[in-house]
């Protein structure tokens, strides 16, 4: 099978409840594994390693948004965050093929980290330029798209299912519930990822109780067995007669890449 390149164009940035892809023009996500050096007398005139701890980080450059203060300015999150011990949730969908929404089954990079870094520049002759760096906490996850961002949705609904291309794992797997936007005084909000073996008999496996008419984002963790095929859904979805909401699910299965 031939490779499939993407152009970066349509890449996207999510930050807790912000999408930021209209602030930033290049984001890097990096995985990384520490060596440690294991060398003795007995290795010769070569060095010798061992595998250590992954680590991962996260930056992003783009242009600085000046048209808003205060609660509504995005960059407060960056800015506020430094020097916090609470997580960012970072999203990061490479490529971002499908237009206004994404492609369910796209590639994303799901993390929560600190910022370490948060820089403005202003040269005389160009456009004031921002950028932030972030250190992940534990695990920087390899995984796909579910949904959005997106269209705006106003009722239940059953999200694309996609295949995995294996029969199941059983390492667990994490997600990631951003929600973006929310109008039209919503009262209870419930998504969930859900997985089956033949794309048909869904079961829940991770929702994201807690998020509800206030724009954020959960990372949900689960163990076990992940099914062959994964979909987002929303069960759960109350409020006045204008009521929607802007969303994003991403998952990721744990052990091997996928």
Known sequence: MPPVFRHGKASKLLVSSIDASSLFQEVTASISVD?????????????????????GTI???????????????PYARFRNALGSSTDLIFTAIP????????????????????VTSFETAAPALGVV????????????????TLYGPGAAKTSTFA???VDSG????????????????SSGAVTALVMKVQHSSLGSAWADLVSS???????????????????RYT???????????????????????RGAIR
């Open 35 to 55: 060596a440690a050096e294991v060398t003795t007398f007995n290795s010769g005139g070569d060095k010798s390693f061992v595998s250590g701890q992954r680590v």
């Open 59 to 73: 930056s992003a450059s783009g242009f600085l948004d000046a048209s808003t203060a205060g609660a509504n300015d």
């Open 95 to 114: 490529g971002g093929p499908g237009g206004s929404t994404i492609t369910p089954g796209s590639l994303a990079r799901l993390g929560a980290g600190i």
């Open 129 to 144: 330029t921002a950028k932030f760096d972030a250190q992940v906490n534990n695990r920087f996850d390899v995984g796909r």
């Open 159 to 161: 999200g694309t299912a």
């Open 166 to 181: 294996v029969v199941s794992s059983t390492a667990g797997g994490v997600a990631h519930f951003h929600l973006l936007q």
């Open 209 to 227: 109780s807690g998020l509800i008419a206030t724009p954020g984002a959960k990372r949900s963790t689960v163990s076990g067995t992940i099914k």
């Open 231 to 253: 979909r987002a859904t929303i069960t759960t979805i109350t409020g006045g007669a204008s009521k929607s909401v802007k969303i994003s699910v991403s998952f990721a299965r």
